[in-house]
């Protein structure tokens, strides 16, 4: 946090959007605990820099940042339009390993919600060195996982989400996004 003092206001003095928004990234992910109202703030003023500067390399890590302290904090619709963008950007980049962290992202929220086998589908695509060191939340999602479908169900929806091409994940994944949607707007 004392490294993100000043950070926004002399990016901003640049003139440059990359750096403007990786400082507001940073400083959201920074503050995220002691402030998180003014992280959301910052990293949704990232992304749209972000955004208006042509940048999606940048937009999808900020919208991933976001999406997760958006879940942490119950806004669980933005959270799913967030995730479904850094999806779409890494796919349409033909980004077959950083795609995989937003799908963990999305994993972790599906358990929280109680999608298990959705959660379970997307962790065997997802889960590799990288997403679980990214993400420490995707281990205590796996561990549920397992709790709660048992080791053999959890084991053969994994290896279902393992054998997907990234075209078939992302297809999955933004049908799992819209059926968990529809159920949040409009519950039974």
Known sequence: ?????????????????????????TYGLAFRDADPVG?????????????DSGNRAV????????????????YTLA???????????????GDTTTI????????????RFG????????????????TAASLPEITTAIAHLREVLGDQTYESLAHKGE???????ATYAYDQIDQAR???EYPS
């Open 1 to 25: 946090m004392d490294s993100a003092d000043g950070l926004i206001e002399a990016a901003e003095a640049a003139g440059n959007p990359y750096l403007l928004a990786w400082a507001l990234g």
């Open 39 to 51: 992280a959301l703030n910052a990293l949704g003023r990232g992304l749209v820099i972000a955004q």
């Open 59 to 74: 937009a999808s890590a900020l919208a991933e940042f976001l999406a997760l302290l958006e879940t942490e904090h119950g």
């Open 79 to 93: 959270a799913f339009d967030h995730l479904t963008l850094a999806i779409r950007n890494f796919h349409d980049a």
């Open 100 to 111: 995989r962290v937003p799908l963990a992202s999305l994993a972790a929220l599906f358990d």
């Open 115 to 130: 999608r298990y086998e959705a959660a379970a589908t997307i962790v065997g695509f997802a889960l590799n060195p990288m």
């Open 163 to 169: 054998t997907m091409t990234i075209a078939e994940m």
């Open 182 to 184: 529809a159920e949040l």
